[in-house]
């Protein structure tokens, strides 16, 4: 199963593509601006994580300076 994500300035654009997708028995789910950021958020995690331990109090020293 492949899936694409589709961003439009226009309204209307966006509608024609759901469209034809519906046509094309292509399942569409519109996405609400909270699921986008959670989207963002765990691509963030996944690219962030290096497997290796923080020290939580040297971490928070060196971003309060």
């Not at 691509?43 to 971490?59: C, D, H, L, P, Q």
């Amino acid at each position: 199963m492949e899936t694409a994500i589709l961003k439009s300035k226009s309204k209307e654009n966006l509608i024609l593509l759901l469209n034809l997708a519906k046509k094309l028995d292509i399942n569409v789910k519109l996405l609400s601006a909270d699921e986008i950021e959670d989207i963002g958020l765990v691509i963030a995690m996944k690219k962030g994580r290096t497997g290796k331990f923080v020290n939580t109090e040297s971490y928070l020293k060196k971003i309060s300076k």
